[in-house]
């Protein structure tokens, strides 16, 4: 049974800043969120996600900025005011109240009386249908987080807030409720903005995702093109994992050549970011091939046009669907390659001479001190009016 | 007496305080209640203890001093004596309810404070009937042949014996809290490692329960000291304390200088040791 | 040699708790006594006359109704007030936090006859005639730290995510406190109130100091000591000491039921 649902809107943080005494935990952060999008504020602990989160809610005062629902500023309204909710880490479900009570909280306060069928619904959609007479110490983990969400949706809000709400559940709890939040989230159709540190879990779930470092957004948009084309470092090297060599660009056009450490990379100009003529090459350890370097046949083995680069295997390690090598190559860096166990017992071992190759299409391009705010118009997302929009 | 409240002191858990104007509103009357009651009034004791001095500004401390100096150090002596024995007999007490009742532990402490519920006066009282002279508890000690005037009642021991019974609560359930906090596997541990009993609770437990064995001593010793009844009840006038020195200066000789003075230099002698023992362990913990 | 002291620190224990016990006990079996003299300090012969004709001593109970009288009122206000510090000591910040511990602390330190004494002095000097209300007065003035430092533990217990989802979930901050707050705190609020009117009910060297003519239960009891303690306070002690351990031991059995209920998932 599909909710009816109030109409949502769009969600636009304008300049957001909060600062605690000198330092600023939200440092001007502009975006907008569509309606009805899963919304992802990924970043490690302390980079801002959380305090923006709290700004959102009405839990944090900002310090300038505005928070646009729609065409309205509620970054004055107090947070019972706001028709925003959240799911909180620790769940904070109140333990003097059954279930039934927990979720129905809301609605009382707003002078609802009919609460019976509403919450008895709610409860049906997170299925805890007959749990509602249990008190919250009488429930698992994953159970307690299920009310927490039901208690927050029943109030129909324009945006639901996730704060790490899944942190405290174990690895194969987590996926499961990765997928129900996902499933709930269509089903009912709100706009949820999802706080965490997990990459895997934003890319899992978000339409969307917005990389935050440092109290900035460094990088926005579609989980595949943040991951594929990274646009900073910290990016680069916080979704997954990246092997980067820092290069200057020697020829332009379609196909841009970058020399490093006297080896020569192509890759497609789209696939680079970069701004003048320091040019951070970078590949994904999955794009990239492994094979034994016997010295004679090896360079033959390699496709046409490919990035290669020679080096000599330090460490392997066995995962079982993939093998993880580190390889020293000849400045002295350690590359990272996967490859999938796709033979039985194909692997290279320690010490043994390999070259690496990949495709130039794979490869992406960076500058080397891409900070926010580099605002250079590319393919997949456009400035406007100072703010990043993703299409 | 009445039972005390343990030492407790949690962690703030999560959250941060809120600055608030709320905040004042909140504290505005009980704190305005207690500035008026109880600080104000040592500001009109301190302004009667210099009414009437027989010499200079302070004529009165003098006198206090001088009339009542066995008064004052007879009732250090005697809060001290009991404040020790209270320790004695409240620590294995405190020390089994923590660490071995298990789930008895509830009903152990509901029998710690019920004594309290019955009048603390009738208590004393009731000590009269259990010390008296013809009672088993004198005979006993008298058939020893220790003590020297033949009777407990009228002398120090009985007014050491009272206190101490009255004030054990307050030692009990400090060294309660204390002790509850002891991870049980540290002295799983030190057992391990010093292999006897003695040199683990010294080692270990001793030093840990120290913030309750402090508090305990606080709260025993500073009632103690200003304490009459004991004395009134068990004693004798040979047995004064500073307490009944300045209960007689209010009710009898209506000399309300004198008894002033009594209660400042008790309170200053309190007020030094309240001290010492914050700058030991800061404000937060004592709330 | 591990169960020589477990044995041995048992029987201490119990000993001491023995100990606390026996002048209840002589309490106790005194108020059925028929005393030889009018002090009843030695037993004479079985007798149910104190218990029959409680009021039967004059002053008895017309100052053990004044007492709790005074013990109802100067609770109330005192819980009230003290449960306001608590809730600011641990959920905000304001200048004097030092200072107002210290304050708080102070009452629970002194000896009473310094407090009881100061107390007179302050009342005289305002020409404010001792009596009922100086009494209550007294009362709640030293009511109020225990009640702060009950309520106080109870509130620190208390996570402030609630109070944050609650006011997500559109309580006004009334609202918040009415309907998450105070019910969560409620247990700590009324241990502090059980504990003012135990306090005040028993309290004697502040009362003696400020009542001028008036007589509360203790009051009562110390003049009557000199005299001989009339049988019927013995009853009534009993009484009250035996109705004060009935409501604490329903009060804890209610409460683990309760958590063993929730335990079963009933």
Not at chain 2, 21 to 38: H, N, Q, R, T
Not at chain 3, 56 to 63: E, K, L, R, T, Y
Request: aromatic share 10%; proline share 5%; net charge neutral.
């Amino acid at each position: 049974m599909k909710l009816t649902q109030a109409p949502v809107q769009d969600l636009h943080l304008v300049n957001l800043v909060k600062r605690f005494g000198s330092v600023a935990a939200v440092d001007d952060v502009s975006v907008t969120i569509p309606a009805g999008s899963f919304f992802a504020l990924l970043g490690a602990s302390g980079c801002g996600k959380t305090t923006t989160l709290r700004m959102v809610a009405g839990l944090e005062d900002p310090t300038s900025g505005k928070i646009l629902l729609g065409e309205r500023d509620i970054a004055g309204l107090r947070p019972h005011q706001r028709p925003v909710n959240t799911v909180f880490q620790s769940y904070a479900l109140f333990p003097h109240l059954d279930v039934f009570e927990n979720v129905a909280f809301g609605l009382r306060r707003r002078g609802i009386r009919a609460v019976q069928e509403p919450v008895q619904a709610m409860l049906d959609l997170v299925e805890l249908g007959s749990m509602g007479h249990r008190r919250p110490s009488q429930l698992s983990g994953g159970q307690q987080q299920r009310v927490a969400v039901a208690r927050a949706l029943i109030n129909q809000p324009a945006v639901l807030l996730l704060d790490e709400p899944l942190g405290a559940l174990d690895l194969k709890l987590r996926r499961q409720m990765q997928i129900e939040l996902k499933r709930i989230q269509t089903e009912v159709g709100t706009t949820f903005v999802h706080v965490t540190h997990d990459q895997e879990e934003a890319m899992t779930m978000a339409d969307t995702i917005a990389v935050m470092n440092d109290g900035r957004i460094e990088q926005l948009g579609h989980p595949a093109d943040i991951y594929e084309m990274p646009r900073t470092v910290f990016v680069a090297n916080f979704l997954g994992q990246s092997n980067l060599i820092a290069g200057r660009r020697e020829s332009g056009g379609d196909l841009l050549t970058v020399r490093a450490f006297d080896h020569l990379f192509a890759l497609p100009a789209a696939r680079s970011s970069a701004v003048g003529p320091d040019v951070v090459v970078g590949v994904r350890p999955e794009k990239i091939t492994v094979i034994d370097d016997d010295g004679a046949t090896s360079d033959e083995r390699v496709p046409e046009g490919h990035n290669r680069v020679r080096g000599v295997v330090t460490d392997v390690s066995y995962t079982g669907v993939s093998t993880q090598y580190l390889i020293r190559v000849p400045w002295g860096a350690e590359f990272v390659a996967f490859e999938q166990n796709v033979l039985v017992g194909d692997r290279c071992g320690v010490g043994d001479p390999v070259i690496l190759h990949w495709s130039p299409a794979n490869t992406f391009g960076l500058s080397a001190d891409a900070t926010v705010g580099s605002q250079a118009a590319t393919a997949d997302s456009e400035a406007v009016d100072g703010e990043l929009q993703v299409r | 007496m009445a039972p005390v409240a343990p030492i407790a002191a949690a962690p703030l858990i999560g959250g941060v305080r809120r600055r608030s104007g709320l905040a004042y509103l909140l504290l505005l009357p009980g704190m305005l209640w207690l500035a008026i009651f109880f600080v104000i009034p040592f500001g009109s004791l301190f302004a009667t203890s210099l009414q009437d001095s027989p010499a200079g500004l302070f004529g009165n401390y003098a006198q206090a001093m001088s009339e009542y100096w066995g008064a004052y150090v007879r009732a250090l002596a005697y809060a001290g004596i009991s404040t020790l024995l209270a320790l004695i007999i409240a620590y294995p007490l405190a020390y089994y309810i923590a660490l071995r009742s298990g789930r008895w532990r509830s009903l152990l402490l509901v029998l710690v404070i019920a004594p309290s519920f019955a009048s603390f006066l009738l208590r004393t009282y009731a000590w009269r009937t259990i010390l008296a002279d013809e009672g088993p508890v004198t005979s006993f000690f008298n058939a020893l042949g220790v003590l020297p005037d033949q009777r407990i009642l009228s002398t120090g021991l009985a007014v050491i014996a009272g206190l101490t019974y009255n004030f054990l609560p307050f030692m009990i359930l400090p060294l309660y809290a204390s002790l509850d906090r002891v991870d049980p596997r540290l002295i799983e541990a030190s057992n391990d490692l010093y292999a006897s009993g003695p040199k683990t609770f010294w080692k270990v437990t001793w030093p840990l329960s120290m913030p309750g064995v402090v508090a305990g001593t606080l709260l025993t010793f500073i009632p103690a000291s200003g304490d009459f009844i004991n004395a009134q009840l068990l004693g004798s006038p040979q047995t004064q304390m500073i307490g009944n020195a300045i209960q007689a200066n209010f009710y009898k000789l209506r000399d309300y200088p004198m008894a002033s003075s009594l209660s400042f230099i008790l309170m200053a002698t309190i007020v030094i040791l309240v001290s010492l023992y914050i700058k030991r362990s800061g404000t937060e913990e004592i709330v | 040699m591990r169960w020589v002291s477990k044995y041995l620190l048992r029987i201490v224990a119990f000993a001491v708790i023995a100990y606390l016990f026996v002048p209840i006990a002589v309490i106790a079996v005194l108020s059925f006594n028929k005393p030889a003299n009018r002090y009843n300090l030695a037993w004479n012969s079985f007798s149910l006359d104190a218990w029959k004709n409680l009021c039967g001593f004059p002053g008895v109970c017309q100052s053990f109704v004044t007492s709790v009288e005074i013990g109802v009122i100067s609770t109330i206000i005192a819980t009230i007030m003290g449960t306001m510090i608590a809730i600011a000591l641990v959920r905000y910040r304001f200048r004097g936090r030092s200072a107002t511990n210290i304050l708080i602390f102070l009452p629970m330190a002194t000896p009473e006859v310094i407090m009881g004494f100061s107390l007179l002095a302050l009342f005289l000097f305002l020409r404010f005639p001792p009596g009922f209300a100086a009494v209550t007065i007294a009362h709640i003035m030293f009511i109020i730290s225990f009640a702060v430092v009950t309520v106080k533990a109870r509130v620190q217990g208390l996570d402030p995510r609630l109070e944050e989802a609650a006011r997500d979930l559109y309580a006004s901050p009334a609202a918040t406190f009415r309907f998450v707050t105070l019910p969560i705190i409620l247990p700590g609020i009324v241990g502090a109130a059980l504990l003012g009117f135990a306090l005040s009910f028993d309290d004697f060297v502040i009362s003696y100091f400020n009542a001028g003519t008036m007589q509360t239960f203790p009051i009562f009891i110390w003049g009557a000591a000199q005299r001989g303690i009339p049988v019927q306070v013995n009853a009534l002690a009993t009484g009250v000491f035996v109705l004060a351990l009935a409501i604490v031991i329903v009060g804890q059995s209610m409460r683990s039921t309760r958590q063993r209920r929730l335990e079963r998932g009933l």
